[in-house]
């Protein structure tokens, strides 16, 4: 099934693009559900934020179709994930404050485009792994999270909501 799915991937010449695009809309998809799940089982709202973060990395870095398309290299892959990815973003950014304000309605956050930061954060700890921090695990996510993330997200009078 994977071989006839790379086959399939590689020999769509006319509309790579729309089947890269699809494919990352899809695990898009799956990926918001996962993650609003991991956050849901949480009971405060920083820890609703910290689960969030940490579980969207985890599971995009151990996702066989995204690291398929990711390890294949290619410049509309690449493109998709960097130039035009503004599609994918906007909505990872709906998806991060939707996470973030849980069952509140509450409109702002620790600081402004608070989500918006967040997801452009993940792409680019996404895009590039490793630098200062240590962020291997889901754990260490966790812990940059509640140090780094949480902060932005919810404000001191509502972490332990």
Do not use: W
Not at 63 to 85: C, Y
Request: with cysteine.
């Amino acid at each position: 099934m994977e071989h006839r799915a790379r086959e399939r991937f590689q020999s769509c010449d006319g509309s790579k693009d729309e089947l890269v695009r699809a494919v990352m809309a899809r695990e898009s998809t799956r990926l918001f559900v996962a993650v609003a799940a991991a956050a849901a089982e949480q009971s405060s709202r920083a820890d609703r934020a910290a689960h969030g973060f940490a579980t969207t990395i985890d599971s995009v870095r151990t996702n066989p179709i995204l690291l398929k398309m990711f390890d294949s290299e290619s410049a509309l892959v690449l493109e998709q994930l960097t130039t035009n990815a503004s599609t994918l973003l906007a909505s990872a950014i709906d998806a991060a404050a939707h996470i973030a304000r849980g069952e509140v309605d509450l409109e702002r956050f620790a600081i402004p485009d608070a989500p918006e930061v967040v997801v452009r954060v993940v792409h680019s700890i996404l895009l590039t792994p490793a630098a200062g921090a240590a962020l291997e695990t889901y754990d260490d996510l966790l812990v940059f999270a509640h140090r780094s993330i949480v902060p932005l997200l919810v404000s001191g009078d509502h972490r332990e909501e």
